[in-house]
């Protein structure tokens, strides 16, 4: 079972950017429909973003426009670059995929 590891979250202001990373070692990431998922305190966790086999990108209405996913199948990792920051945007964010458990996730909070 591959154990994926986030990293990358951190405290910034309203406006700013993060990119986060998801490594997956055990794993091609590129054969799999990979996503990034987040959980806010006090609420379920929820879709972000998916990338697909032929790079095929889906985001959730709230992050469209802001939040950019992607992969490097080499490294074995997933991106989710945020730009245009909110504090809604605060939450522990994770990545998954078919047969993968969830890792630690990545603390994200934006705040002035």
């Known amino acids: 079972q591959v154990h994926p590891v986030e990293s990358g979250g951190g405290l910034v202001e309203p406006g700013g950017s993060l990119r986060l990373s998801c490594a997956a070692s055990?794993?091609?990431?590129?054969?799999?429909?990979v996503g990034w998922y987040r959980q806010a305190p006090g609420k379920q966790r929820e879709l972000v973003a998916t990338i697909n086999s032929i790079g095929n990108r889906n985001y959730a209405d709230s992050v469209k426009g802001r939040f950019t996913i992607s992969t490097d199948s080499a490294k074995r990792t997933v991106y989710l670059q945020m730009n245009s920051l909110k504090p809604e945007d605060t939450a522990v964010y994770y990545c998954?995929?078919?047969?993968?458990?969830w890792g630690q996730g990545t603390q994200v909070t934006v705040s002035p």
């Open positions: 055990g794993s091609i990431v590129s054969i799999y429909t």
């Open positions: 998954n995929s078919q047969g993968w458990s």
